[in-house]
Each structure stands twice: as structure tokens, then as C-alpha cells.
């Protein structure tokens, strides 16, 4: 069992930085890929970025590309998500999740994501 804990959303304004940050607990973090994903209201879970278990593999969607950085530290069983020019449409509730097939790819898929976290608003004002 492994668990998910976010944190570091918040409320901030277009053009404005947040970090989030997914502790997760266990002894075999760093064997996983994970991923984070967002929500808005009304709308669909989506993709917005993955890392493989050693980190030397990322993917973004491409709304997020060049704006958002996915990165791990294994020795802290930690993932973040720095989120840079934030825009109103990054509006969501952000989740991280962990593939425990391992893999040497990231995959986009919500199904194939074996736990979740909680979720951590983030809000982002024009």
C-alpha cells in the first residue's frame, strides 16, 4: 500500500509560480513512476506531467510544456511539480499518482495509475 500525501496549492495570480510537492510513504518510491494530474470543475481528469523512477524520463502535456517542471528526489520519496506562468485555465485540483509497473516510460493514462492522492487546489486569478 502506498500512500500519497500533496501539498503547496494555493491561491496565485496569472504569471505567478507554485511548487507542489507528493510525499509518499513506503520503501519502494523509487522503483515507481509518477504523475501528476488535474481536475477542473466539470471537467475530465487530464494529464499534466510524468517522471519515470530514476527521473531520467519526463513527459508534459502540452499545455503545460515549457511552463511546468516534474522532478523527484528518491532519498525523500518526494515528487514535484513546479508550476511557472500560471494562467486562470490552470485552475484545477491537482493530484499526484504512482505507477507501480516498472516501467522505463511515462504514460498518460489515468487508468494505469495504481494510488492517489488526496488532491491540492490550485487557483490561479486573472
Known amino acids: 500500500q502506498v500512500q500519497l500525501v500533496e501539498s503547496g496549492g494555493g491561491l496565485v495570480q496569472a504569471g505567478g509560480s507554485l511548487r507542489l510537492s507528493c510525499a509518499a510513504s513506503?520503501?519502494?518510491?523509487?522503483?515507481?513512476?509518477m504523475g501528476w494530474f488535474r481536475q477542473a470543475p466539470g471537467k475530465e481528469r487530464e494529464f499534466v506531467a510524468g517522471i519515470i523512477f530514476s527521473g531520467g524520463r519526463t513527459a508534459y502535456a502540452d499545455s503545460v510544456k515549457g511552463r511546468f517542471t516534474i522532478s523527484r528526489d528518491n532519498a525523500k520519496n518526494t515528487v514535484y511539480l513546479q508550476m511557472d506562468s500560471l494562467k486562470p485555465e490552470d485552475t484545477a485540483v491537482y493530484y499526484c499518482?504512482?505507477?507501480?509497473?516498472?516501467?522505463?516510460?511515462?504514460?498518460?493514462?489515468?487508468?494505469?495509475?495504481?494510488?492517489w492522492g488526496q488532491g491540492t487546489q490550485v487557483t490561479v486569478s486573472s
Open positions: 513506503g520503501h519502494t518510491f523509487s522503483r515507481y513512476a
Open positions: 499518482a504512482a505507477d507501480t509497473a516498472f516501467r522505463t516510460t511515462v504514460v498518460e493514462f489515468a487508468r494505469e495509475y495504481d494510488y
